[in-house]
């Protein structure tokens, strides 16, 4: 674990100007493959949630040294979850979602590390009736080790 990076960007700000968008299904699951090729480089990725639940995102190295990062922001561009080393340098993080609301995912790597990795998004729909009256605003759950 190498520390937490507490911080807001401006939806205007320069990590959200080149953002993929990752389609989800109607289980909330999706995946994408990247590559930080540069070690200073990250990969900037919205995603727009498809059932009110909690909320899975993982990053699987596939090749190289690649020690990912996972940063998470609403959409207001307020970060709300951060991940480094879930499972030696993949990165998981989760957190509890509201359907139609569209959040932002950061990989980025730690130090000069690079390489190819996947993406993958998970979500749970919620199963008790207490989450539906949440909309109006989103519980988050920082998972740091």
């Known amino acids: 674990m190498h520390g937490l990076r507490p911080h807001v ?4 700000d320069g990590p959200f100007d080149n953002v993929t968008g ?8 999706g995946n994408t493959r990247g590559e930080i090729a540069l070690g200073d ?7 727009t949630a498809s059932v009110t639940g909690r909320m899975t995102i993982r990053t699987r190295n596939t090749t190289g040294d690649l020690d990912t990062m996972l940063t998470i922001y609403d ?22 979602v509201v359907a139609g609301e569209t959040y932002f995912i ?40």
Do not use: C, K, P
């Open 41 to 47: 480089e990250s990969d900037m990725f919205s995603v």
């Open 106 to 145: 950061e990989v980025s790597s730690y130090g000069n590390s690079t390489g190819d990795y996947g993406l993958n998004i998970r979500t749970r729909a919620a199963s008790y009736a207490s989450f539906a009256a949440a909309t109006d605003s989103v519980f988050s759950h920082r998972d740091d080790w």
């Open 22 to 29: 990752i389609q989800l299904d109607g289980n909330g699951r």
């Open 9 to 12: 960007l401006g939806i205007d």
């Open 75 to 96: 959409s207001r561009g307020s970060e709300v979850a951060f991940n480094d080393d879930y499972r030696g340098f993949d990165s998981r993080v989760r957190l509890d």
